[in-house]
């Protein structure tokens, strides 16, 4: 069974930087692909980043150059580092783990980017 429980979110000022962690069970963590997805209010869940078993990487444009996805497949954790927040950063981001055709999520943590 797969839990993916994050942490990391929290209210930063804009231009602020913020880390969220991922925790994954099970044993599939190494070979499957790993994501962060966000969900504003009133908007569609989208990609914010998502990093294969290999290393490639995926990022959507709007965090492209701010925002680094980055796991540690010894201790099953999956980071999102964020820098120079924009208060269109703000919403509930979610860890995802793919594999073979299944999706699993985590509950979410809030993101709040405001002055």
């Known amino acids: 069974q797969v839990q993916l429980v994050e942490s990391g979110g929290g209210l930063v000022q804009p231009g602020g930087s913020l880390r969220l962690s991922c925790a994954a069970s099970?044993?599939?963590?190494?070979?499957?692909?790993m994501g962060w997805y966000r969900q504003a209010p009133g908007k569609q869940r989208e990609l914010v980043a998502t990093?294969?078993?290999?290393?490639?990487?995926v990022y959507a444009d709007s965090v492209k150059g701010r925002f680094t996805i980055s796991r540690d497949n010894v201790k099953n954790m999956v980071y999102l580092q964020m820098n120079s927040l924009k208060p269109e950063d703000t919403a509930v981001y979610y860890c995802?783990?793919?594999?073979?055709?299944?999706?699993?999520w985590g509950q979410g943590t809030q993101v709040t980017v405001s002055s």
């Open positions: 099970g044993s599939i963590f190494r070979i499957a692909v």
């Open positions: 995802n783990l793919k594999f073979v055709g299944h999706d699993y």
């Open positions: 990093m294969t078993s290999g290393g490639n990487t």
